[in-house]
Nanobody, 120 residues
Framework: QVQLVESGGDLVQAGGSLRLSCAAS????????MGWYRQAPGKQRELVAT???????NYADSVKGRFTISRDNAKNTVYLQMNSLKPEDTAVYYC??????????????WGQGTQVTVSS
């Protein structure tokens, strides 16, 4: 089994910064892509940022220039540095990973989410 645990969510003022972490554990041979998604009340879950095993990144237009995704493969951890936070960034942030569990199988795994609240 694979588990993802997010941390770092908090209540901050607009213009502030937060750094989210997501650590994967369990039956992990390696991890391909990892990403961050978010879901605000009354809205669908949306992509925030992704990063491949090779370090290629992709960001939603709404966070480009403000958020940075990175990973530490030795720790099976992905990070999301969030700067210049806006009230519209308020959401539950979820970590996702494509985990290689055997030489012939991969699974998608989600964390439970961490709350980010940005006050105006």
């Amino acid at each position: 089994q694979v588990q993802l645990v997010e941390s770092g969510g908090d209540l901050v003022q607009a213009g502030g910064s937060l750094r989210l972490s997501c650590a994967a554990s369990g039956s992990i041979f390696s991890i391909n892509a990892m990403g961050w998604y978010r879901q605000a009340p009354g809205k669908q879950r949306e992509l925030v940022a992704t990063i491949t095993s090779g370090g290629s990144t992709n960001y939603a237009d709404s966070v480009k220039g403000r958020f940075t995704i990175s990973r530490d493969n030795a720790k099976n951890t992905v990070y999301l540095q969030m700067n210049s936070l806006k009230p519209e960034d308020t959401a539950v942030y979820y970590c996702n990973a494509e985990v290689v569990v055997t030489s012939r199988a991969t699974v998608g795994s989600w964390g439970q989410g961490t709350q980010v609240t940005v006050s105006s």
